[in-house]
């Protein structure tokens, strides 16, 4: 029944997408998080797979394009980030998108998912993932740091703690948190959408994804829950 719960708000909440919504609705980097009660500034369309591809003798992370991948034979099994095409105006709030299904023969379909600017998931064998749009890299090489936009993990992304968070528009902002990124059974811990600043914890090993946020800030003495 909870899980029912939830697939029926998410249908409710799929047609505001334009204001904003969790990943699994949609079926849905100043480094780091150290200085307490300091903001997190951005630079729009910095990723961390990016930069380590422009750093010089740097070997650039694996990088799946835009298209179909069947998990252990055309992309290996594990954790990816996923980001928002890096063409045009270099918003950072762009989104990325794609589905997953159960295995090759699509009949069983996990979600479609889309994120601001970029998204994670974890990959099994025999999987078939499908990029809509964006590209793919290994989590762990992406490099990725605290923003106000797109989905970390505590403990290897950002630090585990309580942040304030702002949102970008007077449509209100949201936050999902998840204790995996498979994206079935029951992965999410919270969601809220939010018109005035809100406080919220993150503990270690959770996920965090934000949306139509505007700033993100490290509450002082807060740490590990």
């Known amino acids: 029944m909870r899980r029912k719960c939830r697939y029926i708000a998410a249908l409710c909440a799929a047609a505001c997408l334009g204001a904003g919504a969790p990943a699994q609705v949609y079926a849905q980097e100043a480094g780091g998080a150290d200085g307490a009660g300091t903001e997190v500034t951005f630079t729009a369309g910095n990723d961390g797979a990016m930069t380590a591809a422009a750093e010089p003798g740097k070997i650039a992370p694996v990088k799946y394009e835009k298209g179909s991948y069947v998990v252990g034979r055309d992309i290996p099994a594990g954790e990816y980030a996923v980001f928002a095409s890096t063409d045009g105006d270099g918003n950072p709030y762009r989104t990325c998108s794609f589905t997953l299904y159960k295995n090759d023969s699509d009949e069983k379909r996990i979600g479609t998912f889309r994120f601001e600017h970029h998204g994670l ?85 959770q996920y965090l994804e934000l949306g139509n946020i505007a700033s993100i800030v490290k509450q002082e003495g807060s740490g590990g829950a």
């Open 121 to 205: 998931v974890t990959l099994y064998d025999g999987q078939h993932l499908v990029l809509q749009s964006g590209y793919a890299v290994p989590a762990g090489e992406a490099k990725l740091t605290l923003a106000p936009y797109g989905m970390y993990l505590a403990g290897r992304d950002m630090e585990p703690g309580s942040y304030l968070l702002t949102p970008l528009t007077a449509d209100g902002g949201y936050f999902a948190l998840y204790n995996d990124v498979r994206y079935y059974y029951d992965y999410q811990d919270d969601y809220r959408r939010f018109l005035e600043p809100t406080v919220i914890t993150v503990s270690e090993g």
